[in-house]
């Protein structure tokens, strides 16, 4: 223990977790080099000075600085530097035994790995690759884009998270006389994008908040849509309060208050209508309402949920304390929800408050450390363990092996945000540069080729298996086709190596922690103690 306490100390003498007052997310920066570590202030700030820190802008656009710039075509995560992450764990490899395969050179190669998983209690949603989509919501980046990622995740086998208020912005939204969603033709595109190359893998989640549910969300798009799966929302990583966009337009803003909406600066204001008109006032805020969870409550609504016709019920919860983790692993088991994916911090966001992203929350290792303990004291009472998938801040196969290992056997998937949304947004702007737009192809991607056929690996694979059809495939779904392969490839390289050739295969002891403060976290063994007993066990002999 004095060992650990003597790491702590050290770390806190030499290494300030995190900076404020200056982040390239709110297009901001200091002006000296010498910045006082707790406040992110300039060691020396001059009367005078011509900016850029937070606190030099805030002085102009004031609540502006809240959030990462410039919305709608940005997506953040915090760059906080936790004590403890997944790039303190590594992985083991062996040089003997395969899992679920015959142990021979012939048989056993990566190639050979078998990367698929499922999940759900009754009716289960099979996927190639053990990843999927972060929930993609009313942020103009999940609008704009949304063919991208719907098609993409669609030919690659994984499932599809539509995120919360897509029917309450909706510019198409009609209500019929019980105040509830008659026709969203925003959320019939989503649907209809992702089904028309879906393939029995995968599947979309519809995901409800305390509007989506009084807007009778999850009657329309289960009646009229036949979506299967809904998913409940508790919370994200990225922050603890409701879903958040921005909006160009003063009619815009003044309809979605009438929708139910908190909008803020309040549209109905004069003072903010004319500042809105004069132009110092550019954007309104929509903010969701906070939820709040009960026991009873939260049965009822599962229930209803299954009344209405749902197959599966999904939650995510977010980046709580272990008493609400412990309140969503419980009561999950209880509901038999078909999956619980918990989201750690920092997270990944279209918007979120900057500083809370940075400072909010359990970061992801310690709360899933906390969910395997949870899982596995249900285990031990006999209870069913509800289907789990980690999330927060994962973008590489190695990430979802050491999920996979540290959630073991009750982790099933990992959620990716930001890491599949990026190859569809290169994808589609790789589209624009090949018509000419925007300046042509850059010089990394023209060093690939010319033509989407040279510079897509995976478009002739695409090609052979549609045909024709590929020349419709949007270059965005065929660059996270392209993405999900690298992943799958890898992750089969990393479990042959670990001598796991099915996912189920996956264990604790497939990792071990390079420092004692992370053993304390996770209590994955240290280096120096992984498979201890068994080497001197050969020495001794």
Same mark, same amino acid.
């Given at each position: 223990?004095?060992?650990?306490?003597?790491?702590?100390?050290?770390?806190?003498?030499?290494?300030?977790?995190?900076?404020?007052? @200056?982040?390239? @997310?709110?297009?901001?920066?200091?002006?000296?080099?010498?910045?006082?570590?707790?406040?992110?202030?300039?060691?020396?700030?001059?009367?005078?000075?011509?900016?850029?820190?937070?606190?030099?802008?805030?002085?102009?656009?004031?609540?502006?600085?809240?959030?990462?710039?410039?919305?709608?075509?940005?997506?953040?995560?915090?760059?906080?530097?936790?004590?403890?992450?997944?790039?303190?764990?590594?992985?083991?490899?062996?040089?003997?035994?395969?899992?679920?395969?015959?142990?021979?050179?012939?048989?056993?190669?990566?190639?050979?790995?078998?990367?698929?998983?499922?999940?759900?209690? !009754?009716?289960?949603?099979?996927?190639?690759?053990?990843?999927?989509?972060?929930?993609?919501?009313?942020?103009?980046?999940?609008?704009?884009?949304?063919?991208?990622?719907?098609?993409?995740?669609?030919?690659?086998?994984?499932?599809?998270?539509?995120?919360?208020? *897509?029917?309450?912005?909706?510019?198409?939204?009609?209500?019929?006389?019980?105040?509830? *969603?008659?026709?969203?033709?925003?959320?019939?595109?989503?649907?209809?994008?992702?089904?028309?190359?879906?393939?029995?893998?995968?599947?979309?989640?519809?995901?409800?908040?305390?509007? !989506?549910?009084?807007?009778? /969300?999850?009657?329309?798009?289960?009646?009229?849509?036949?979506?299967?799966?809904?998913?409940?929302?508790?919370?994200?990583?990225?922050?603890?309060?409701?879903?958040?966009?921005?909006?160009?337009?003063?009619?815009?803003?003044?309809?979605?208050?009438?929708?139910?909406?908190?909008?803020?600066?309040?549209?109905?204001?004069? =003072? $903010?209508?004319?500042?809105?008109?004069?132009?110092?006032?550019?954007?309104?805020?929509?903010?969701?309402?906070?939820? $709040?969870?009960?026991?009873?409550?939260?049965?009822?609504?599962?229930?209803?949920?299954?009344?209405?016709?749902?197959?599966?019920?999904?939650?995510?919860?977010?980046?709580?304390?272990?008493?609400?983790?412990?309140?969503?692993?419980?009561?999950?088991?209880? @509901?038999?929800?078909?999956?619980?994916?918990?989201?750690?911090?920092?997270?990944?966001?279209?918007?979120?408050?900057?500083?809370? &992203?940075?400072?909010?929350?359990?970061? =992801?290792? +310690?709360?899933?450390?906390?969910?395997?303990?949870?899982?596995?004291?249900?285990?031990?009472?006999?209870?069913? /363990?509800?289907?789990?998938?980690?999330?927060?801040?994962?973008?590489?196969?190695?990430?979802?092996?050491?999920?996979? =290992?540290?959630?073991?056997?009750?982790?099933?998937?990992?959620?990716?945000?930001?890491?599949? &949304?990026?190859?569809?947004? /290169?994808?589609?702007?790789?589209?624009?540069?090949?018509?000419?737009?925007?300046?042509?192809?850059?010089?990394?991607?023209?060093?690939?080729?010319?033509?989407?056929?040279?510079?897509?690996?995976?478009?002739?694979?695409?090609?052979?298996?549609?045909?024709?059809?590929?020349?419709?495939?949007?270059?965005?779904?065929?660059?996270? $086709?392209?993405?999900?392969?690298?992943?799958?490839?890898?992750?089969?390289?990393? &479990?042959?190596?670990?001598?796991?050739?099915?996912?189920?295969?996956?264990?604790?002891?497939?990792?071990?922690?390079?420092?004692?403060?992370?053993?304390?976290?996770?209590?994955?063994? +240290?280096?120096?103690?992984?498979?201890?007993?068994? @080497?001197?066990?050969?020495?001794?002999?």
């Amino acid at each position: 223990m004095a060992s650990r306490l003597n790491i702590q100390q050290v770390r806190k003498t030499i290494m300030n977790l995190q900076r404020p007052n @200056a982040n390239e @997310a709110l297009e901001t920066k200091n002006r000296s080099r010498n910045v006082a570590p707790q406040s992110g202030l300039c060691s020396r700030c001059i009367d005078g000075c011509k900016g850029n820190c937070d606190l030099f802008r805030a002085t102009f656009r004031g609540r502006e600085l809240l959030y990462p710039q410039p919305f709608g075509s940005i997506t953040a995560g915090a760059d906080k530097d936790y004590p403890v992450d997944y790039s303190h764990l590594n992985i083991n490899g062996y040089a003997m035994g395969a899992n679920g395969i015959d142990p021979n050179p012939d048989a056993a190669t990566f190639p050979n790995v078998d990367t698929e998983t499922a999940f759900g209690v !009754d009716s289960k949603v099979k996927m190639k690759v053990p990843i999927f989509t972060g929930a993609l919501g009313s942020t103009d980046i999940a609008r704009k884009n949304w063919e991208h990622f719907a098609i993409g995740a669609a030919i690659s086998g994984i499932t599809l998270v539509c995120g919360e208020n *897509v029917c309450g912005i909706d510019p198409g939204l009609e209500f019929n006389g019980n105040g509830k *969603v008659a026709k969203s033709p925003e959320m019939d595109r989503r649907v209809k994008e992702y089904r028309r190359y879906h393939e029995g893998y995968g599947d979309i989640l519809v995901q409800m908040n305390v509007e !989506d549910t009084r807007n009778g /969300v999850a009657e329309y798009v289960i009646e009229k849509l036949g979506v299967e799966t809904i998913e409940l929302k508790w919370g994200q990583g990225a922050k603890c309060i409701g879903g958040e966009i921005k909006v160009n337009s003063l009619e815009r803003a003044i309809e979605l208050k009438k929708r139910g909406y908190i909008v803020t600066p309040d549209p109905e204001v004069p =003072a $903010f209508q004319a500042a809105f008109k004069a132009g110092p006032l550019k954007q309104f805020e929509r903010h969701s309402r906070l939820g $709040f969870i009960d026991q009873q409550g939260f049965m009822d609504e599962v229930d209803r949920l299954r009344k209405l016709g749902a197959k599966r019920i999904t939650l995510k919860t977010g980046a709580y304390p272990m008493r609400e983790l412990a309140m969503a692993i419980r009561w999950s088991s209880d @509901a038999k929800i078909d999956l619980l994916t918990i989201d750690g911090a920092p997270g990944g966001t279209g918007m979120s408050p900057w500083r809370m &992203m940075c400072e909010w929350g359990v970061p =992801a290792i +310690y709360l899933h450390s906390m969910a395997y303990e949870m899982c596995d004291r249900l285990a031990k009472q006999g209870r069913p /363990v509800p289907d789990i998938a980690f999330a927060g801040g994962f973008s590489s196969e190695d990430h979802v092996f050491k999920a996979l =290992a540290l959630g073991a056997p009750y982790c099933k998937a990992v959620c990716m945000g930001r890491a599949l &949304m990026i190859p569809g947004m /290169v994808g589609k702007n790789t589209e624009k540069w090949l018509r000419g737009e925007q300046g042509g192809l850059p010089s990394t991607v023209s060093k690939f080729g010319s033509t989407k056929e040279e510079i897509f690996m995976n478009y002739e694979v695409l090609k052979e298996k549609y045909g024709s059809e590929a020349d419709n495939l949007p270059l965005g779904a065929v660059g996270i $086709f392209s993405a999900v392969d690298k992943i799958k490839v890898g992750l089969q390289q990393i &479990m042959a190596g670990s001598r796991n050739w099915k996912v189920e295969y996956i264990s604790r002891k497939d990792i071990f922690s390079l420092t004692e403060e992370c053993e304390n976290v996770t209590r994955i063994p +240290y280096v120096m103690n992984a498979y201890r007993e068994e @080497a001197l066990q050969i020495i001794d002999a």
